[in-house]
């Protein structure tokens, strides 16, 4: 009942003012005519952005069909994809901290934290990947506390396959829970064992007595690929090469470091202190009046949130706890990755799954030992705070003088 209401409120407030502009703003130019061209009774040749997976754009082209050709198609599956992101991190709180307060935290955090706000209501991908990927997680950390974690593992796979057919960054979180499964699986056939062990270890030898080499490959292998797989097949039918083809073509694309630069560009070590926002839309509507989204993400939570994981590294080091291990573990997985990819572009979005997850941690921390309980909501009530001093900049139907612009932009290289 809770994660409805959630899902319902998030859906309300995402809506608002969805279709402005009511022209194509960012890499909507991009994928817009993508959806639009599925909707072709023969698939027109050359197939636009063949350098992504099509699912997201599936559900574009869905949303075209239902609503129209016109701002709300484009974007309202971002907006329905963006309140189950949030509805998510609901229950990777509820999971993680087995209570409703901290697990209502944890979403509006998620949701003040402005990244989500602004990528769930344009019609880019990255929001589809990241809403099936934070049900993922939210599943993997439910098994994780489990006996047998066969069916919440196997929904885990599931659901990072159809994050990965949106885009293949959905491909990190599904290997931090390959490394976390096979790590400690490793460790079991070595026969390790804490000489002072507890229930609240990450690691403990009678972890998962059930669950077999074969269930590994069925949840982390098979599940996702079928996932992944199926969503090719209204493109391609049951072709085997033109499936091989396809991911040799979306490979190619995705690894290249030939990419001529972008004004907005900025690399990973730089995302998590927000140095280089992105300008989606900056737009004169009238005598001193623009129209602006700028993804930038809510200092005040994000910022926060970096002490809050070396809080978490720390208890992780030294008492082992295991809710500790897994939001550093799918904090660091999604993050890191980047720096691993020969691709020399990158952007402040491609932070959105860390920094989303980036929550967990500050509830962690703010609801730590003796910690009073209303540290939590004020710090919410913070975060909400400067959401809303932030809307100027957040949402084009608000706009902004250019004098309220300037002052948001509080650093030169936001600019």
């Known amino acids: 009942m809770i994660a409805a209401v959630i899902f319902i409120i998030a859906h309300l407030a995402l809506l608002v003012g969805i279709t402005t502009p009511e022209k194509f703003y960012f890499d909507e130019v991009h994928y817009v005519p993508a959806a639009r061209q599925m909707l072709e009774p023969v698939m ?92 993922a997680v939210a599943a993997f950390m439910h098994g994780f506390r489990q006996a047998r974690p066969h069916r919440w593992f196997a929904l885990a796979g599931l659901a990072f396959g159809l994050s990965a057919a949106c885009k293949w960054s959905g491909l990190f979180p599904l290997a931090v829970c390959i490394v976390i499964v096979a790590v400690i699986r490793l460790m079991q056939s070595w026969r390790t064992q804490f000489a002072d062990g507890n229930a609240s270890d990450w690691y403990r030898p009678g972890l998962w007595p059930d669950f077999r080499s074969y269930h590994f490959a069925a949840c982390f292998v098979l599940a996702p690929a079928v996932g ?9 039918g049951l072709s085997l090469p033109d499936l091989l083809e396809a991911q040799r073509r979306i490979f190619s694309d995705n690894t290249t470091t030939a990419i001529a630069g972008h004004t907005y560009m900025s690399s990973w070590p730089s995302w998590p202190f927000l140095v280089r926002p992105v300008w989606y839309l900056f737009d004169k509507v009238a005598d001193d009046r623009i129209a602006a989204v700028v993804f930038l993400g809510n200092p005040v939570v994000l910022w926060a949130a970096l002490p809050a994981l070396a809080v978490c590294l ?9 809710d500790a291990f897994l939001i550093l573990s799918f904090y660091a997985g999604p993050y ?9 572009l990158g952007f402040l979005y491609y ?41 100027p900049i957040t949402v084009a139907f608000v706009g902004t003088s250019m004098e309220t612009f300037v002052r948001l932009m509080l650093f030169q290289s936001w600019i």
Do not use: E
Not at 91 to 97: E, K, M, P, R, T
């Open 44 to 135: 027109p040749s050359p197939m636009l952005n063949p350098m992504h997976p099509p699912l997201a754009k599936q559900l574009i082209a869905v949303s075209i069909r239902a609503f129209g050709d016109v701002p709300l198609g484009w974007r309202y599956p971002g907006v329905l994809f963006g309140a189950l992101s949030i509805v998510a991190m609901y229950l990777c709180g509820l999971a993680l901290f087995a209570a409703q307060g901290p697990a209502i935290a944890t979403a509006l955090l998620a949701f003040f934290n402005q990244m989500v706000f602004v990528q769930s209501r344009i019609a880019m991908l990255d929001i589809f990947s990241l809403s099936f990927g934070l049900l």
């Open 336 to 344: 890191l990755a980047w720096a691993l990819l020969p691709r020399t």
């Open 228 to 236: 992944y797989l199926a969503t090719f097949v209204p493109l391609y």
């Open 314 to 322: 720390r208890d992780w080091i030294v008492t082992r706890r295991a």
């Open 351 to 391: 932070y959105l799954p860390a920094a989303t997850l980036a929550s967990l941690a500050l509830v962690y921390v703010l609801r730590r030992g003796n910690s009073p309980r209303w540290l939590l909501w004020a710090f919410v009530a913070t975060a909400g705070a400067g959401f809303a001093a932030m809307l």
